[in-house]
């Protein structure tokens, strides 16, 4: 559960996004690019207490499946909008690597992993969406 602490300490954009801002469809296509599994994204934006707009999750069976998705997901928002991330992590052990863009989180999980700490039942009152692979 560590990954979740630094979304703690962090700012907030005053800009709400949507499922059609530039920056969410960048993320999903990046993982959809790289062949993510299991892409859904959660909108938190009712949510008082959570920590972005929305999460953004998905899944890859290996290591360097989940580097490769980390890592082109941070290219394509940097060419594309000139973004870097607030903060990643996870990069080392590659189980579970969250790029922070402050309004948008993503979540790229080994399979074992998302099925540990199930992001998706502890944030169930998020709108949930599934994105095709």
Not at 1 to 7: G, H, R, S
Not at 64 to 92: C, F, M, N, S
Request: aromatic share 8%; hydrophobic share 40%; proline share 4%.
């Amino acid at each position: 559960m560590a990954a979740l602490q630094v979304l703690t300490a962090r700012p907030k954009r005053a800009a709400r996004l949507t499922r059609n801002s530039k920056l969410f469809k960048i993320i999903i296509s990046a993982i959809r690019q790289k062949k993510g599994e299991n892409i859904i994204s959660l909108d938190l934006r009712k949510i008082p207490e959570a920590v972005a707009d929305f999460f953004i999750v998905c899944e890859a069976p290996s290591n360097i499946q989940v580097r490769t998705i980390a890592d082109t997901i941070e290219h394509e928002v940097k060419i594309q909008t000139g973004e870097l991330p607030y903060r990643h992590e996870g990069h080392q052990a590659l189980q579970w690597v969250l790029i922070d863009y402050v309004n948008i989180v993503v979540h790229i999980f080994q399979p074992e992993t998302r099925k540990f700490y199930k992001l998706e039942e502890m944030w169930n009152d998020g709108g949930l969406v599934e994105h095709e692979s």
